[in-house]
Each structure stands twice: as C-alpha cells, then as structure tokens.
C-alpha cells in the first residue's frame, strides 16, 4: 500500500512535475491577490492570450520562445495602458480589443508557417513533458518575480489601495503600474511550458479570490493564497497520476472546487446571520 501511495515520486517526469507546479504557484498565487485586488483580473488574461503572436514570431526567428512570449506580452499591456490614457473606453473594453486582436494574429501567424510545435502545449501546458532546463528556467523566473513582489509590496498596497495618495506624496504610479505589469508578463511566461496559456488564466485568478473570500485583511489574503495554490497544485499533480489526466486541468478543477465550497458556506453564513 505505502509503495502504491508514493508511487508517484519514483517517476523523474513526476519530480519536475512537482518542483515547478511549486515553483509556479507561489509567484502566481501572490500575484493574483494584488490583480483580485486591483481590478486586474482580466489584464492577466489578456496577457495570457496575447503571448501567442510572440511565441510563433519567436520560433519563425529561431529565438527562444519565452523572450518572444514576454514581449508580446508587454506590448499588450504597454498599449492597453496607452489607448486607456488616450481615450474614453473602459478598461474591460480595451483589454477585449487588444488581446482578441493579438490571439487572433498568433493564431493566423500560426496556421500559416510548418512548425512541430503543437497549439494544444501553448494552451494547455506539457508539465510533464518538461527537461531539467524548462524547470529551472521557469523555477528561477518565478523566484524573480516574486523577491520583486516583496520588495515591493508596501508600493503596491499602496497604489492598490489608494493610489491618489500614492500620487500626492510622490509616487510614479504610472510607471509603478507599467513595471506591475512587466512582472506580470515574467510570470505568464514562466507558468507558460506548464500551465499553458488557457490555464495559466486560471492560476492568476483563482487562489486570490478564493482567499479574497475567506480572509479578514491583506497580509492574510496573501497567505491564504499561497498555502492554497500550492496544496491545489501538489494534490492535482499527484491526483493525475492515478487517474491518468493531465495535471494542468487537474489543479485548475481543484482549485475551482475550493471556490465553489468557499462561495456557498460564505452564503450560508450570511444566509445565517440575516436570520438572527
């Protein structure tokens, strides 16, 4: 029986799988509280599918993949931010415009050249078909990230919070915000090989508003995020290896279960209190 239980870790394939389902929920996890927070949460989508272009441009110039996804995705939120400053529409709209229109060229780009890389990888992830060098690569990324994060987390409180008082003692917020963005990028591309892009939506998303629901401040947000993307992350690995599924999917239907229970006992208790 204890053979069957730690099966899974007899398996170098699973080994990656484990080392970077860690290494990547730990920077999205901490990241999806600030875009929860912020109103962001359709920016990481809309980064998350405008990668496509710069991933096929990259692999018509014969250059890494991830330089070209990271661009692309910079230029999506570069210019998101720019056509919001220049004009009336709402920020759900521009997102909208901008990331279709960029999906949509990835995808022509894509149908158009001979290539062996396969569309159902960028979307959905190979987090099994990894090497050692797409672990530590995406592990080293995140870690990036996230000593950024920290660095930084009483900026970006503060501009999440009130960024008119950010403002007025003399924060860049605007540039604050570009560098915000930049980081998130890094992010999507580093969860890119083993979240792929549809998923790696879901990753960005979900822990923080999981723990949105169920946390009393900030700090403690964080925490629950973090504990909760990684426990989803370790559990759906290891649950895919039994039920022979893909991880990627596996963890994002985890992580949906926890919303879902979190959301209806929050209802019942309100339903409970309204009663009293």
């Keep these: ?24 929920a730990i920077p999205m996890s901490v ?20 990668i496509l272009p710069g991933i096929v441009i990259s692999y018509i110039f014969g250059i890494a993949l ?3 996804a990271f661009f692309a995705g910079l230029f999506c939120a570069l210019t998101s931010g720019y056509i919001k400053n220049n004009s009336k529409l709402k920020n759900d709209s521009i997102l909208g415009i901008v990331f279709s229109g960029m999906f949509a060229l990835g995808l022509i780009l894509y149908l158009k050249i001979e290539t062996d890389i396969h569309l159902d990888h960028i979307l959905f992830g190979n987090i099994l078909g990894l090497s050692w060098n797409d672990v530590i690569s995406s592990i080293a990324l995140g870690i990036v990230c996230s000593l950024f994060i920290y660095f930084q987390r009483f900026d970006l409180m503060l501009n999440i919070f ?12 605007k540039k604050l915000n570009y560098i915000f963005l930049a980081i998130l990028s890094l992010i999507i591309v580093a969860s890119l ?6 998923l790696g939506i879901a990753m960005l998303i979900i822990p923080g508003s999981i723990s949105y629901l169920i946390s009393k401040n900030f700090f ?3 925490k629950f995020s973090l504990f909760i993307s990684i426990c989803s992350s370790l559990i759906g690995v290891y649950i895919s290896f039994f039920i022979d599924s893909a991880p990627a999917p596996t963890i994002v239907l985890i992580l949906a279960s926890i919303f879902i ?11 409970i209190k309204s009663s009293l």
């Excluded at 090989?193 to 549809?198: E, R």
């Design 1 to 24: 029986m204890l053979d069957l239980i730690l099966s899974p870790f007899e398996y170098t394939f699973m080994q990656k799988a484990f080392l970077i389902s860690i290494g990547i």
């Design 31 to 50: 990241i999806s509280c600030y875009l929860i927070l912020k109103g962001w949460a359709l920016m990481g989508d809309a980064i998350s599918h405008a």
């Design 66 to 68: 991830s330089i070209g």
């Design 162 to 173: 009130d960024s008119q008082h950010a403002t007025a003692i003399g924060f860049n917020v």
């Design 193 to 198: 090989k083993s979240t792929g892009i549809i």
């Design 220 to 222: 403690e947000m964080m």
């Design 261 to 271: 229970i979190c959301f209806l006992k929050k209802i019942k208790l309100k339903t």
